[in-house]
């Protein structure tokens, strides 16, 4: 993958923290807060303070069973009560917790209260479906206020939901169901898309017929599509219908801190995606403390988060993050540039945004238009900016910089993960800022650049990225498979979590990530796993195998290049690559974006038959192979 990493090299710029943010915020001092980080069981244990307990913990961590570590061990504690209950009896109340817009422009306030009440009305209703404790609920749904009062009804009564990502289509949608054998999946007529609607129903139905665990399905209708009564099957009911007449109070289920909250599914280097794991009191203390510190909110804030619910930067920063905190989050459905590259700008003047958290690719996207559409909008009310997702290029750090925060909101570059939970390296507020480097380990996480055996690399070397002691919001496992668990992250470096990225430090101590060291793609930030691809491709009659690379995109960061070796008689022309493009998203989703498809007669593999994929990425940049020692014939 050619990035300019030359550019990484030589950037030298430092931006000094701006005074005003600083005076106003909960950490004025970024290093020393890193210092007290150091007492790390301390420094969490004080964080979870902020949070209500129905019982405290009587140990902050367990290390006993590694790499399956336990954090506040029999504390009691609810997701729901905490991002919502807690706020109806405090002057928050009548706060809008929820802000939800789309692309057309409807919007539809929540306050604290009404959000209790709906929560409390699905959580009845998911009761009187039978849901337990335990049990697994799926949402395949825009970004929809549905969404939001689903997942939290779960964590309210204990249930584990697992949230596949509206974009992902039927192949992809399958396996994910049928892995963690949901009984219940709640869905919608369809989300809102420049300007059209997506028929999400229809991609369900299809996906229904391979889903032999499903026993009920929910439809919000939300586009407002004609569907009635006499269009559902017998195991599907209308969410309006499942909580009418239902109570809007509902008692929290007092949840152990190591309970399950939630499986998100994840693209993995080989075989099927991988169900990342994470549990109750960690996952709240380490995801509200990051928030609060790196993007500085207070209870006036009006937060937003552009990712989706479907991915973990949702998940943790659109949802509970910020109900958590009890600040004000805006859910936007739709595209950056619709109805015009102003969209986006548009909403934040509207609604006088003032922490801004997005992705690389989408600043790469809207820079195109130039300046033009930010300069049309009063975007004064923004005081910090964020980006996450892929290590984002100074050139659009520096755009972003100027003509969004007007050289006055500092840039949060946050690295971590679906497998972190949480940012494990961001700056604060108060950081010199260096455009392209995610900077430091945030305080309590102790991060660094390592060689295979684990010995620190010189300053300015490349190496592996690792994790050096347990973090709260860490996963704890994958779903059903501690195997895979223990080998992918905990035993490839010994002692160590192994992130699975490349990175280097440079001499003042700063992270400068510069991509996956595995076979997992990153298109416009999205995580997506090159084995996946390849079963899209060779589940096709005409592709006999298929291997994938990432190739350099200069808005989306990567796309795919394809390389396919046809059955007898195809030969690859123009409408066999429409249909092979067709076919991959049918399979996927409109995540899967191909640059590139190439027929060849033969792949480059292992003697134990594994495609080497980083000979054909050498090839393709036209760079060195490297060893090729275990290639076969
Ligand atoms: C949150 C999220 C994780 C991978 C990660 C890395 C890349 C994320 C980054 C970044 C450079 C940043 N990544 N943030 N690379 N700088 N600020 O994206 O989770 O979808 O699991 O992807 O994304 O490669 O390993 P996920």
């Known amino acids: 993958m050619k990035r300019d990493t030359t550019v990484l090299l030589d950037e030298k710029r430092i931006f000094k923290p701006n005074v005003e943010t600083v005076e106003r915020a909960h950490v004025k001092n970024w290093e020393t807060e890193i210092e007290k980080g150091k007492n790390f069981e301390k420094y969490w244990e004080e964080k979870a303070e902020d949070l209500d307990w129905f019982e405290r913990w009587d140990q902050v961590l367990d290390e006993s069973n590694k790499p399956f570590f336990k954090w506040f061990v029999n504390g009691k504690i609810n997701l729901a009560y905490n991002a919502v209950d807690r706020w109806i009896n405090t002057e928050k109340r009548n706060q809008v917790a929820i802000l939800y817009v789309n692309e057309r422009g409807d919007e539809k306030k929540l306050t604290y209260y009404e959000l209790y009440r709906e929560v409390n009305k699905m959580a009845n209703g998911l009761k009187n479906l039978g849901v337990k404790k335990g049990d697994t609920v799926s949402m395949y749904l825009p970004m929809c206020p549905e969404l939001l009062i689903s997942m939290l009804a779960c964590n309210k009564i204990g249930a584990v939901h697992s949230v596949v990502y509206s974009g992902l289509s039927v192949g992809a949608f399958v396996e994910r169901m049928n892995d963690a054998k949901v009984k219940i999946l709640i869905t919608a007529d369809g989300t809102y898309r420049r300007g059209k609607i997506i028929d999400l129903k229809k991609i369900s139905d299809e996906a229904m017929l391979q889903c032999p665990t499903i026993e009920t399905v929910i439809v919000v209708k939300h586009t407002g599509s004609k569907i009635d009564i006499s269009d559902l099957s017998g195991r599907e009911i209308f969410y309006e219908r499942l909580i009418e007449g239902e109570p809007a109070e509902c008692e929290c289920e007092p949840m152990d801190s190591e309970d399950p909250l939630f499986i998100l599914y994840t693209s993995g280097s080989t075989g099927k995606p991988k169900g990342v794991l994470h549990t109750t009191g960690g996952y709240m203390v380490g995801v509200s403390t990051t928030l609060k510190n790196i993007f500085d909110i207070h209870e006036n804030d009006m937060w937003w988060c552009t990712g989706d619910i479907g991915w973990i930067t949702g998940h943790s920063y659109v949802i509970y993050g910020p109900l958590l905190l009890g600040t004000t989050t805006v859910v936007y459905e739709g595209a950056p540039d619709y109805p015009d590259p102003g969209a986006w700008w548009n909403i934040v003047e509207k609604y006088g945004v003032t922490k801004f958290y997005t992705a690389p690719t989408a600043i790469r996207h809207l820079m195109r238009f130039g300046n033009k559409y930010p300069n049309l909008y009063n975007l004064s009310s923004l005081k910090i900016l964020g980006t996450v997702g892929e290590p984002i290029n100074p050139e659009a750090w520096m755009w972003y910089y100027k003509n969004v925060g007007k050289e006055k909101a500092p840039i949060m570059d946050t690295w971590w993960q679906t497998e972190t939970g949480m940012h494990l390296i961001s700056p604060l507020p108060s950081a010199y800022l260096k455009p392209g480097s995610a900077t430091k380990a945030v305080p309590g996480v102790d991060a660094d650049v390592v060689d295979e055996d684990g010995n620190p690399v010189p300053l300015g070397k490349g190496g592996y990225l690792v994790i050096k002691k347990p973090w709260p919001a860490m ?112 399979e996927l989703g409109p995540v899967a974006v191909i640059g590139d498809i190439e027929q060849v007669e033969s792949l480059p593999k292992t003697r134990s038959g594994k495609i080497m994929r980083r000979v054909l990425r050498a090839r393709e940049l036209g760079e060195d192979v490297g060893d090729t020692s275990t290639l076969e014939e």
């Open 475 to 586: 996963f704890r496992t994958l779903y059903e498979d501690e195997e895979r668990y223990k080998d992918v992250y905990w035993n490839q470096i010994p002692g160590y979590y192994k992130a699975g990225d490349m990175a280097r430090k440079d001499e003042d101590g700063y992270f400068w990530i510069q991509g996956r060291s595995d076979d997992v793609l990153k298109i416009a930030g999205h995580r997506v796993g090159t084995s996946e691809v390849e079963s899209a491709f060779v589940s096709h009659p005409a592709v006999v195998e298929a291997a994938v690379i990432g190739k350099h995109d200069p808005i989306k960061g990567q796309v795919i290049k394809a390389f396919v070796i046809l059955r007898e008689g195809y030969k690859l022309k123009t409408k066999l690559i429409e249909e092979l493009n067709k076919h991959v998203r049918y």
